[in-house]
């Protein structure tokens, strides 16, 4: 799968036989104030990522998902935050690379898009600066080429009339236009990596399952491979391969789209899923909501972290190294493995569940333009 | 562009008649007779009164200023009462020597303000910044006439490394075409004569610019600060575009926007603190002479240069709002 992706550029690195084009290793991000305890945003996450795939990273707010993707970038403030684990991409620790190489490989080999569109571009800036700049830096482009090349990327991700375009300033943009610029930059290099840091959530339902399309065309046209961070299982459930459930800074579920949707294993993901406006239910399933907020957190390394907000949880659950790992036989066959952090698992263990409990089913779940997903 | 220009100049107009109201009413009030100041401690009666009439001090208050105000609209802002020269042309004679000062400051304030701000931004916490920050705190309470003194006894007379006084060594037979020394001696290829001017401007240019480099110092800092946590410097660096390339164009560059403000309304305090610095130095600009009118109540020359000041800092000021819509393409649109 990688060798297709690696023949595209002459000269990038190959990735090693056997390992993923990323492969994320207890990864720790610990953020350090004078004078104040550090807090662990992320607390050991390991995952893969092959070229053409696109793992969906999910949690809700806080659970230290974009910190996971600032840090596999080395975008952390570096005087603030110590990180920790293995980041190898292609075969190199991104984390113990001079800073000089990762500039290197950031913008060419490792696209990132962020969160807010109407932020994230310059505003002093035309958008031609903005596209032309990492042409210039990484594929050595003369000005000329590369404004011909951005006004091709840009009518890439649908932006009409580009030669105009390249012209304005950011604030003469909608919204929408913005994060298709957006990730006209971070494509602009064909990067065998795009990182998505919640791509849509600043857009309206309609921009949003256009931009979702294009990133998926995208990615599958060119053998990216795509970490979609998010908080929307609809967007999950329309584009992910494989999906990663974090909370409170550890993956508490892997699994692939179909697993991860027909049978959650980790009482978090079935709380998630309850949340979700359910549209094959003529609105009259009220939705669950998980109670309290992520703030209401054990330690770690006193049990479950999501205990305190656990219908199903009891003092089995007050013990520390609760594994990731396969909960039942089916669960180890699935490729890859379904894994949840979890003591006693949805549809394994579900003999004293109180009333309210999700059934462990097939979930359907509306995409952000209406249309619905059966995964 | 041309309408916004033309529309503040219009704007620009009641403002002056107001402000040459005030300022006919506040020299007025000062106290202090202006022919017993020009005929000293043993003028006669007669000679006052023959002075008054002379300058039509005598009149009524609101006939002195209605005839003012008409000279002025036909370019007559009268002759000084110290010297009897014409009121124009000596400041024409002296604004270029202001202007270079000025010019000098605002160079020093630049040139060393914004690189340190940076730099205090980006080590936030460290050292650098601590001194930064309390070094531009000295540097605007310290009185520039003290400062001043201070520096000149310092390095001209203590360690004799720079000129005391003037604007240029007198044995240099310079040719001067707009009076601005160093840019005369560079434009006539007298090298040794910009050289002497250059050196005559360190002392003072260092005096007046103490205030506006602190300020600039502070400012580009925290504007450094608020910038470096936009995320579009994030997205920058996400690119991977090289070190100095976010520093200039993504960083600094934005950064800039609340600096160019501050410079502009320094405009005024340069002008302003001027007034010491070439007392200090015997520099021979308009704050000199202003110092001297100031102190023999010369009338027409104290309220024909303030105006001229008035002028010089609304068009700053006006240059400075231009050149914003420059660096910012939001403004421009409006």
């Known amino acids: ?375 | 562009m041309l309408s916004l220009v033309l529309r503040r100049l219009g704007l620009l107009v009641p403002v002056l008649l107001g402000l040459s109201v005030l300022l006919f009413a506040w020299l007025r009030a000062l106290p202090g007779d202006p022919a017993r100041a020009m005929l000293g401690e043993r003028a006669t009666p007669a000679g006052i009164a023959a002075v008054n009439r002379l300058y039509g001090f005598d009149q009524p208050l609101w006939q002195q200023y209605f005839t003012y105000l008409g000279r002025m609209a036909t370019g007559n802002f009268g002759n000084s009462t110290r010297t009897g020269q014409p009121v124009l042309s000596t400041f024409l004679e002296r604004f270029p020597a202001t202007v270079e000062l000025a010019l000098a400051a605002l160079l020093v304030a630049i040139c060393l303000g914004i690189p340190l701000g940076y730099f205090a931004a980006r080590r936030n916490g460290s050292w650098l910044d601590h001194l930064a920050v309390g070094g531009s705190l000295l540097g605007v309470v310290v009185p520039v006439f003290f400062l001043a003194f201070l520096l000149k006894w310092l390095f001209a007379l203590e360690l004799g490394w720079l000129p005391t006084t003037g604007r240029q060594n007198p044995r240099i037979d310079a040719t001067h075409i707009t009076n601005l020394y160093v840019l005369d001696g560079l434009m006539t290829r007298e090298w040794d004569a910009a050289w002497d001017a250059v050196l005559h401007l360190v002392l003072p240019a260092m005096a007046l610019g103490a205030i506006p480099l602190a300020i600039v110092v502070r400012i580009t800092r925290a504007s450094v600060l608020d910038v470096l946590n936009e995320d579009h410097v994030r997205t920058a660096e996400a690119k991977g575009l090289l070190r100095g390339t976010v520093s200039r164009r993504h960083v600094l560059r934005n950064a800039m926007l609340p600096v160019s403000t501050t410079l502009g309304l320094q405009a005024g305090a340069l002008l302003a603190g001027a007034v010491l610095t070439e007392t200090v130095f015997a520099f021979n600009g308009i704050g000199e002479y202003l110092f001297q009118a100031v102190n023999q109540l010369d009338y027409p020359v104290l309220q024909g240069f303030i105006l001229a000041i008035a002028v010089i800092y609304a068009v700053v000021n006006l240059l400075v709002d231009i050149s914003y819509g420059l660096l910012d393409p939001r403004v421009r649109v409006s």
């Open chain 1, 1 to 375: 799968m990688s060798a297709a992706a690696d023949a595209r550029r002459a000269g990038a690195l190959p990735v090693p036989p056997g390992e993923s084009l990323l492969s994320v290793r207890d990864l720790r991000v610990q953020f350090v104030r004078r004078g104040a305890a550090p807090v662990t945003a992320v607390d050991g996450v390991s995952f893969d990522v092959g070229a053409g795939e696109i793992l969906g990273l999910v949690g809700e707010s806080g659970c230290g998902k974009s910190v996971t993707s600032l840090a596999v970038m080395g975008l952390l403030p570096r005087r603030s935050s110590r990180v920790s684990g293995e980041v190898r991409f292609a075969g190199r620790d991104l984390l113990t690379l001079p800073q000089q190489q990762l500039r290197d490989l950031r913008g060419r080999e490792l696209g990132m898009v962020f969160q807010d569109p109407m932020t994230s571009l310059n505003p002093v800036l035309t958008l031609g600066t903005q596209v032309t700049e990492v042409l210039r830096r990484h594929e050595g482009m003369g000005r000329r080429e590369a404004r011909e090349r951005a006004a091709d990327l840009l009518r890439g991700v649908g932006i009409p009339d580009p030669a105009r375009r390249l012209g304005e300033y950011p604030h003469q943009l909608s919204g929408g236009m913005r994060q298709r610029a957006l990730i006209a930059i971070a494509l602009a290099c064909r990067p065998r990596l795009l990182i998505a840091d919640e791509p849509t959530t600043a857009l309206d339902v309609t921009i949003q399952a256009q931009v979702l399309d294009l990133l998926q065309q995208l990615v599958r046209e060119s053998g990216t491979a795509m970490v979609l961070i998010t908080h929307d299982l609809g967007v999950v459930a329309g584009l992910c391969d494989r999906v990663d459930v974090l909370y409170a800074g550890r993956v508490v579920e892997s699994a692939n789209r179909r697993d991860l949707f027909a049978a959650p294993r980790h009482r978090y993901t079935q709380g998630l899923l309850g949340s979700v406006p359910r549209t094959d239910a003529n609105g009259k399933v009220p939705l669950t909501p998980i109670p309290g907020s992520v703030r209401d957190m054990l330690p770690w390394a006193d049990g479950c972290a999501f205990l305190p907000r656990c219908h199903r949880g009891d003092d089995a659950c007050r013990t520390a190294g609760i594994d990731l790992e396969p909960r039942a036989g089916a669960d180890a066959a699935s490729t890859p493995p379904h894994r949840a952090r979890c003591v006693h698992p949805a549809g394994l263990d579900d003999a004293p569940g109180p009333a309210g409990a999700q059934p462990a089913g097939a979930h359907a779940v509306a995409r952000p333009d209406g249309a619905e997903v059966r995964p």
